[in-house]
């Protein structure tokens, strides 16, 4: 069974419109954050320590993106990424946002590339990041 990661969200003031919903290009930052935290709180590896310590980084290189139904001011959202497909440098994953009640609000398909920040090429996963991402990868 594959594990799912899973974060709460707080749609805030920053992120809305004069139309008190999420101007979608805030879903974007929001989608990023999924991914950091998944980094720091499901791989074991915080982006500080992979940016600034190591020297790579995980930049998205393509997403699709669904915008379901509106989200506003003050609503409470539950994120939930787990790995689609696992390449040697490459990882697709698939982030939904719901609703407390479960109702879908976003569904989001990325493909991040591992890569070094000072050459800015893409490079093989590490086997122990490798590892702990697999725990992700949708059966």
């Known amino acids: 069974m594959s594990l799912i990661f ?22 974007f930052e929001l989608i990023n954050g999924v991914v950091e935290d998944w980094c720091a709180e499901g791989l074991g ?40 497909k696992l390449g040697r440098a490459s990882l697709t994953v698939e982030i939904i946002m719901k609703d407390k009640e479960g109702q879908l609000r976003l569904k989001a398909q990325l493909v991040l590339v591992l890569a070094k920040v000072d050459e800015q090429r ?15 990868l949708a059966n």
């Open 45 to 84: 590896m915080s982006f500080h320590e992979m940016h600034m310590v190591q020297g790579i980084g995980l930049p998205t290189v393509h997403i699709e993106t669904d915008f379901v139904k509106t989200s506003r001011m003050g609503d409470e959202l539950i994120a939930e990424l787990r790995v689609l």
């Open 122 to 136: 893409a490079i093989a996963l590490p086997e122990n990041l490798r590892e702990k991402m697999q725990g992700y």
């Open 6 to 27: 899973s974060t709460p969200i707080s749609i805030r003031f920053a992120h809305c419109d004069p139309a008190g919903i999420v101007f979608y290009p805030r879903y």
